[in-house]
């Protein structure tokens, strides 16, 4: 299955920090959509508008549409481009219990008891257990990924054949359409690791390809990409088959956006803004599962905040909400990394080892 030996240490490199620019930007998809909320749900800044903002609505269904899936595609690739051909099955398994279990079971209940001083939920030690257990709320992403990744590895370790794979995969994929439960959500976010597992090698052809076209060809690209996952909606009526196509397509968009050379566009600018953006995305990628984990809390937080000094206005929440999610958590990540082992072993970083290296740079 792995396909690592196939690609040169200096491509490894270059998808490498593409791939930590696909997960920055799908990050930071993710706070957005989450500062925006669900107004069915009573989150975000859409609970606070009894007159729905039309804007903040299809822009939250559109995100929705593709950012989850991008993750999952991003893992499927790491896995199969940097995992090693040795891995056992003990290292495998500690590397994904503590990459991706220790954070559910750490962060689970402080989430849930965030939600029983703000009233949703009401407080038992039962239900700090079920929360865990249910994976609710954002932790649904943990379990998710823990089940397509030990999948994806134990089909190569033991059947060692992609085609199988994908029949498997394809089967649990039909089947999410007709069950209920978590075993649903599994099922149906493992194709997406699967495509990434066996799209792989498309990141080395894309690399290399992609700079020969001229900056109005890839440019055109894009836009017909945007287009079409713009289109998607009104083409497909099932909400999960158009988070498929537009998951798939996603991705692509925003790999290309990764992985070409638009400095050619800057048209006399200074090349140092363009620089900043790009290694600010980057950045974002590489605390991911920070930002993943704080944002909620210190987007709550300045909701609240501004509503109680009197700013319900849309455009300063927005921006406000958004800018304090991103720097809170940046800011948290920064002074608790190095000086708290709690800390790292809450976001999965507890193990940094030929373990973690070799079951791939998967989650968030």
Same mark, same amino acid.
């Given at each position: ?73 991003? %893992? ?144 055109? =690209? ?29 991705? =692509? ?6 992985? =070409? ?30 930002? =993943? ?35 809170? %958590? ?35």
């Amino acid at each position: 299955m792995h396909i690592s030996s196939n690609i040169t240490p200096e491509a490894k490199h270059k998808i490498s920090n593409n791939l930590y620019f696909v997960r920055g930007l799908a990050i930071f998809l993710v706070v957005v959509g989450h500062i925006i909320g669900n107004k069915d749900e009573g989150t975000g800044i859409r609970q606070l508008y009894q007159q729905d903002i039309p804007i903040l609505a299809w822009l939250y269904t559109f995100i929705y549409t593709f950012h989850m899936p991008i993750f999952f595609i991003a %893992s499927g690739i790491s896995f199969a481009i940097f995992s090693k051909n040795n891995t056992n099955y003990i290292k495998f398994a500690k590397s994904r219990i503590f990459r991706l279990i220790i954070p559910l079971i750490c962060w689970s209940p402080i989430y849930f008891i965030l939600r029983v001083f703000s009233g949703k939920v009401s407080f038992s030690i039962f239900a700090i257990f079920y929360s865990i257990l249910s994976a609710e709320f954002i932790f649904w992403f943990f379990p998710a990924l823990f089940f397509a990744s030990v999948l994806g590895f134990l089909v190569f370790q033991i059947i060692k054949n992609q085609r199988i794979y994908l029949f498997i995969c394809i089967i649990l994929f039909l089947l999410s359409f007709y069950i209920k439960g978590l075993m649903s959500v599994w099922f149906y976010f493992n194709i997406f690791y699967t495509f990434g597992c066996l799209r792989a090698t498309d990141l080395a052809k894309i690399e290399q390809n992609l700079n020969k076209k001229s900056v109005l060809i890839v440019v055109l =690209y894009t836009i017909l990409l945007a287009f079409v996952m713009l289109s998607i909606e009104n083409l497909i009526v099932n909400p999960l088959l158009v988070k498929l196509v537009n998951g798939i397509i996603g991705f =692509y968009l925003i790999y290309i956006l990764a992985s =070409y050379d638009w400095s050619k566009l800057r048209f006399g600018l200074p090349h140092q803004p363009f620089s900043l953006l790009r290694n600010t995305i980057v950045y974002f990628g590489k605390i991911s599962m920070s930002i =993943y984990l704080l944002h909620i809390i210190f987007g709550s937080f300045t909701r609240t905040f501004l509503v109680k000094i009197g700013i319900t206005d849309v455009i300063p929440q927005f921006a406000i909400g958004l800018f304090v999610s991103l720097l809170g %958590s940046v800011l948290t990540h920064n002074f608790l990394h190095n000086r708290s082992k709690l800390f790292l072993y809450s976001i999965g970083e507890s193990v940094i080892s030929e373990a973690t290296t070799a079951a791939g740079r998967t989650t968030l």
